[in-house]
Every structure is written in C-alpha cells, then in structure tokens.
C-alpha cells in the first residue's frame, strides 16, 4: 500500500517562496512508469495540478505556474518537493502529493496539507 505524507509551513508571507515535502512509503519513486504530482485546491474551487516528476527525474509543469514552480526529488530519502515563488493571496489552498500523471491515473494521494499566504 503506497502512502504519501505532505509537509511543510502552513502560513507564508506573500512574495516569499514556500516549500512543500511529499514523503511516500510503501513504493518508490524510481519505479519504472510512475509520476509524481503536486495538486491544489483554492477555497470554492477544483483540483488544480501544479506539476509532476517522473521515474527518472524529468519534471513537467502547468503552464500557468511553469515561472514560479520547481519540483525536485531525493531519491535516497524518497521525497520529492515542491518549492513556489513569489506568493500570493491566491496561492492559498491545500495542496496534496499524489501518484499518477501524464497518462497515468491519480490512484494514491496524501491527506493535504493548507498552505495560507497572508501578512
């Protein structure tokens, strides 16, 4: 059974850059085929996906946040991070790790975790 634990801060300053750790156990992030995602979900709206990771490390990202997002992975911890830049109000929601991507369906997902980008 693959878990995955998101952490990291739950209020960040807007401008600044936040980052989020997905830990997964039960798995391995280098298995052949699989993808990493980030997704969030802003208050009153749908899942938005924010990026991914593959097996072999390539990262992938929505274009409407392409500029401000980086996701990264330790394979000797198996993690893979998101960090986001220059925050905003609209940047608050929860944000969730979850498996699956590209044409690979969402099957497993963290609890999520709320991120609130206030003064």
């Known amino acids: 059974q693959v878990q995955l634990q998101e952490s990291g801060p739950g209020l960040v300053k807007p401008s600044l850059t936040f980052s989020l750790t997905c830990t997964v156990s039960?798995?391995?992030?280098?298995?052949?085929?699989?993808?990493w995602s980030w997704v969030r979900q802003a208050p009153g709206t749908g899942l938005e996906w924010i990026g991914m990771i593959g097996y072999g490390g390539d990262a992938h990202y929505s274009p409407d946040l392409k500029s401000r997002t980086s996701i990264a992975r330790d394979t000797s911890k198996n993690q893979f991070t998101l960090q986001l830049s220059t925050v905003t109000p609209e940047d608050t929601a929860v944000y969730y790790c979850?498996?699956?991507?590209?044409?690979?369906?969402?099957?497993?997902w963290g609890q999520g975790t709320q991120v609130t980008v206030s003064s």
């Open positions: 039960g798995g391995s992030i280098t298995t052949k085929d699989d993808y």
């Open positions: 979850a498996r699956g991507g590209r044409t690979a369906p969402f099957d497993y």
